[in-house]
Every structure is written in structure tokens, then in C-alpha cells.
């Protein structure tokens, strides 16, 4: 009888620690500081320490499951992952899925945008006739231009080539997450300030959020985490740098050039 009783009870709690262990469909590639997956399939940057650190509050087990991003989405409705990660409403929407999925609350904000070589910082939208885009990336904003044939996509395979080709000229500026442009810029082998952003030209900003189809009941848990644990989530994004100076002048500027518009802002109003 108390062999039955220990077989039951270890089944019970077999089946609970199964039940409490869910698979994140995330992005495979480099997309550093946000995240990236290196060649041995290990998941890193802010994302994993931060949805680390929540697996160990709510007492759950997150598994990685890296996917080409095209696979992403219907990895999710099929349900071969639980959760999705990065996530938006509004990439849903275009796959006609978002009444299936519940998103948490917005998790890291971010900017897509131009960067362009110093030369062209200012110049108003006009002079941009040809624009860096890796593939799979739409330019939000300047769809109606290049519907109207007023700017030329450049297409590239990489990021690393589409800065490529815009330091040969062959694209007036690259589209992309400015953060994670310019973390490769200025710090995989290629020299800091050769790109830079321009604020002045169309660009987007929003948030990042965690989605889910089967497991909503896990959501609120997470939204409250990021709320009761806003000094932790904070001291996570500053380490990565993933929202550094995001909302101020100073956004997508290297550090030291912003600890001198800073020291002069601060000499001129003494």
C-alpha cells in the first residue's frame, strides 16, 4: 500500500513540475543587446535574464526554443511553444491572428529608425532616395515613398551588410532597431560613430511585449513581476543598455558624447 502511495505521489508531482515547465518560442539570430543565440543554441541579453528572473519568481520553467522568425507565429498557434518572445498586437494583426493571442503589458520600449553617416545628420527626408533594409523588415513610415517608387529599398541578408553597404554609399541611410545597430557599430568590429541616428527622420517607437494563445492565466503574474519587481526589470535594462536615454535628446548617442552635452548644458545654466 505504501509503495502505491509513494508511486501515486510521485506521479502527482511529476505531472505538476511537467505542468509548470513551458516552452518560449524566441528569435534565432543576433539581436543583441535585446537577445541573441549563439552558435551552441544558448539563449542570451536582456530577454533571458529578465524572463529568467521571472521563472524563478512565479516558480516555473522556461525552455528556449530558438526559430527563424517566419516560424515564430504559427509555432505559436500550432502550440509548439507556449509563449512568444519579442511579441506586438500589431504583428499579430497582420497575420490575422490577434484574437487568439493575449499579450502582457509592455515589457522593454525600443525605436526602429534611420541611422545615417554623420555627414547627412539633419537633412530632411528628401534627401533620402535610397534606403538600407535587411530582409523580412518593413520601414514603418516610409511604406507610401516606396510604394510610390520616391525611395529605393537596398536589401541586405544581415545587418552587418546592410551597415556595409551604407558606409559604401550604396544606400543613403539603414533602417533598423537603433539600439541593436548601434551596438554593433560600436562594438562588433566596425569604429563607434560611423553611423548614427537621425531623430529628425521617420521612426517608430513602442514596446515589446511576452504573448501567449493557451497559457493567458500566466500573463497577470507576469505583469504584476514587472510591476513588483520594477527596480529589478530596471537594473536589467541598464545593465544591456536596451532603453539608454530612450525618450531624451541624447537617444542613440554614445555615452561619452552624452557626458559632454551634459557637462556643457550643465556649465552653461551656472
Same mark, same amino acid.
Given at each position: 500500500?505504501?509503495?502505491?502511495?509513494? =508511486?501515486?505521489?510521485?506521479?502527482?508531482?511529476?505531472?505538476?513540475?511537467?505542468?509548470?515547465?513551458?516552452? #518560449?518560442? #524566441?528569435?534565432?539570430?543576433?539581436?543583441?543587446?535585446?537577445?541573441?543565440? /549563439?552558435?551552441?543554441?544558448?539563449?542570451?541579453?536582456?530577454? %533571458?535574464?529578465?524572463?529568467?528572473?521571472?521563472?524563478?519568481?512565479?516558480? *516555473?520553467?522556461?525552455?528556449?526554443?530558438?526559430?527563424? *522568425?517566419?516560424?515564430?507565429?504559427?509555432?505559436?498557434?500550432?502550440?509548439?511553444?507556449?509563449?512568444?518572445?519579442? /511579441?506586438?498586437?500589431?504583428?499579430?494583426? =497582420?497575420? &490575422?491572428?490577434?484574437?487568439?493571442?493575449?499579450?502582457?503589458?509592455?515589457? *522593454?520600449?525600443?525605436?526602429?529608425?534611420?541611422?545615417?553617416? +554623420?555627414? %547627412?545628420?539633419?537633412?530632411?527626408?528628401?534627401?533620402? &532616395?535610397?534606403?538600407?533594409?535587411?530582409?523580412?523588415? !518593413?520601414?514603418?513610415?516610409?511604406?507610401? &515613398?516606396?510604394?510610390?517608387?520616391?525611395?529605393?529599398?537596398? +536589401?541586405?541578408?544581415?545587418?552587418?551588410?546592410?551597415? $556595409?553597404?551604407?558606409?559604401?554609399?550604396?544606400?543613403?541611410?539603414?533602417?533598423?532597431?537603433?539600439?541593436?545597430?548601434?551596438?554593433?557599430?560600436?562594438? #562588433?568590429?566596425?569604429?563607434?560613430? *560611423?553611423?548614427?541616428? /537621425?531623430?529628425?527622420? +521617420?521612426? !517608430?517607437?513602442?514596446?515589446?511585449?511576452?504573448? !501567449?494563445?493557451? $497559457?493567458?492565466?500566466?500573463?497577470?503574474?507576469?505583469?504584476?513581476?514587472?510591476?513588483? %519587481?520594477?527596480?529589478? #526589470?530596471?537594473?536589467?535594462?541598464? @545593465?544591456?543598455?536596451?532603453?539608454?536615454?530612450?525618450? !531624451?535628446?541624447?537617444?542613440?548617442?554614445?555615452?561619452? @558624447?552624452?557626458?559632454?552635452?551634459? %557637462?556643457?548644458?550643465?556649465?552653461?545654466?551656472?
Amino acid at each position: 500500500m505504501k509503495q502505491i502511495f509513494a =508511486a501515486c505521489l510521485l506521479f502527482a508531482l511529476t505531472a505538476q513540475a511537467t505542468a509548470q515547465t513551458y516552452v #518560449v518560442g #524566441v528569435e534565432q539570430g543576433n539581436f543583441l543587446p535585446h537577445y541573441g543565440v /549563439d552558435e551552441q543554441g544558448q539563449y542570451s541579453g536582456f530577454a %533571458r535574464e529578465l524572463l529568467d528572473l521571472f521563472a524563478e519568481h512565479a516558480g *516555473v520553467t522556461f525552455i528556449y526554443k530558438p526559430l527563424p *522568425v517566419d516560424e515564430l507565429m504559427p509555432a505559436l498557434v500550432e502550440g509548439e511553444v507556449d509563449f512568444k518572445y519579442p /511579441d506586438h498586437p500589431d504583428w499579430a494583426r =497582420a497575420a &490575422k491572428t490577434e484574437d487568439r493571442i493575449s499579450y502582457s503589458r509592455p515589457i *522593454v520600449e525600443y525605436v526602429d529608425g534611420v541611422l545615417v553617416s +554623420p555627414r %547627412r545628420l539633419g537633412l530632411d527626408g528628401d534627401h533620402l &532616395k535610397r534606403i538600407g533594409l535587411v530582409d523580412g523588415w !518593413t520601414a514603418r513610415g516610409y511604406e507610401e &515613398k516606396i510604394e510610390a517608387s520616391q525611395i529605393l529599398p537596398v +536589401p541586405s541578408d544581415s545587418l552587418p551588410e546592410m551597415i $556595409h553597404q551604407a558606409l559604401l554609399k550604396n544606400s543613403d541611410g539603414a533602417y533598423y532597431n537603433v539600439v541593436v545597430a548601434l551596438h554593433h557599430i560600436n562594438n #562588433v568590429r566596425v569604429r563607434p560613430g *560611423v553611423l548614427v541616428f /537621425d531623430p529628425n527622420l +521617420p521612426h !517608430t517607437r513602442s514596446a515589446y511585449r511576452l504573448s !501567449t494563445i493557451r $497559457h493567458g492565466d500566466l500573463l497577470p503574474r507576469f505583469d504584476s513581476f514587472l510591476e513588483e %519587481r520594477h527596480e529589478q #526589470v530596471a537594473a536589467i535594462k541598464a @545593465k544591456h543598455r536596451v532603453e539608454a536615454n530612450i525618450g !531624451t535628446e541624447y537617444f542613440g548617442m554614445e555615452q561619452w @558624447k552624452v557626458d559632454f552635452l551634459k %557637462r556643457q548644458k550643465a556649465k552653461n545654466t551656472q
